[in-house]
């Protein structure tokens, strides 16, 4: 099995940092507007309250408790926030579906992807993004509809990216020996985690990443030097 993480692996970290987050920003306000009354935002919305409760007992400098505002805050300082992931998520799909976003791939990706398939390689995707968000970058990608091609959609309700465990919880999600999975990554931190739990790892280095520390993990820059 192959894992891929998405920012900066399989998606230009220029298309995450320059479009998804700047729409979601924009976007958010009114869909917790139209939303906030259904059963799924109120369980998000409770989610997130827990976490600004958590931050406010830790004597972070917080804006007072409303639902955007604290976005906005967790926004600006890139936090890994379920709560938010999964808002996004749903702001990100209505973009997706009317055709305002366009899930940006580099154009290794789609012809890796079915070179995979053809050799029987079951793909996941591993992304502190929302299962949602993936599911949607990939169904209405510059590719066209990629998901047949995907097997499993992993986000950090396993765990954080940078934690050995989390790697292993998906190991066993998919009945594989942690030596049977190789983790594809651009952030040499998450390569040591899984490489940790027992993963075959590799670093891609692609135009617009940040430079890496020295490491014992493969370097590849293209997902297609990953053939079978």
């Known amino acids: 099995m192959i894992l891929l993480d998405i920012e900066g692996t399989t998606t230009p970290i220029a298309f995450v940092a320059g479009i998804l987050f700047p729409y979601a920003r924009t976007h958010l ?4 507007t139209q939303h906030a009354d259904t059963p799924e935002s109120r369980r998000i919305l409770a989610s997130l309250r827990a976490e600004y ?13 409303s639902p955007w505002p604290y976005l906005a805050w967790l926004m600006d300082r890139d936090r890994k926030s379920a709560a938010l ?5 749903f702001v990100w ?3 997706y579906r009317d055709g305002t976003l366009v899930g940006e791939l580099f154009p290794d990706v789609a012809a890796a992807l079915s070179l995979w398939r053809d050799a029987a390689i079951q793909v996941g995707i591993y992304s502190s993004g929302s299962v949602r968000a993936q599911q949607w970058l990939f169904r209405c990608s510059t ?3 990629l998901t047949p091609l995907l097997s499993w959609h992993f986000d950090t309700t396993v765990g954080a990216k940078r934690n050995a465990a989390s790697y292993t919880r998906i190991a066993a999600d998919v009945c594989l020996p942690p030596g049977g999975i190789l983790f594809v990554s651009d952030v040499a931190a998450e390569l040591d985690a899984a490489r940790q739990a027992g993963m075959a790892t590799a670093l891609i280095v692609r135009p617009g990443n940040a430079a ?9 820059s293209s997902l297609l030097d990953l053939r079978p």
């Open 29 to 32: 306000p009114l869909y917790l």
């Open 85 to 89: 992931k999964e808002l996004q998520g």
């Open 93 to 95: 799909e209505e973009g």
């Open 53 to 65: 409760d958590h931050d406010a007992e830790a004597r972070r400098q917080l804006p007072d408790w």
């Open 143 to 145: 590719a066209g509809d």
């Open 212 to 220: 890496q520390p020295d490491s014992c993990h493969r370097v590849i």
